[in-house]
């Protein structure tokens, strides 16, 4: 799991700005997921039935935008 991530403000910076830049460094870096995902255990044999699930949808995704290039 991530350790904890600090977001200093910049100069005349306002703190609605730097809550987003955290959220958005936050989002990139996983960590919301990763503790949505560590809420419930989940059995090693689901954890890999979802992670090829997930690898065939990114592979489809994939595919259809290589077709949509070539026509």
């Known amino acids: 799991m991530a350790c904890n991530y600090k977001v200093r403000p ?7 700005r730097v ?3 955290f959220n958005k460094k ?3 870096l996983g960590i ?4 949505k995902e560590r809420r419930h255990y989940i059995k090693p044999s689901e954890r890999r039935r979802k992670a090829k699930k997930r ?3 990114r592979r489809r995704k ?3 935008k ?3 290039q070539t026509t």
């Open 66 to 68: 290589r077709r949509k």
């Open 32 to 35: 919301i997921e990763e503790v």
């Open 19 to 21: 809550i987003k830049r």
């Open 62 to 64: 994939e595919e259809a």
């Open 55 to 57: 690898s065939d949808a």
């Open 26 to 28: 936050v989002k990139k």
């Open 10 to 16: 910049r100069k005349n910076e306002n703190i609605e």
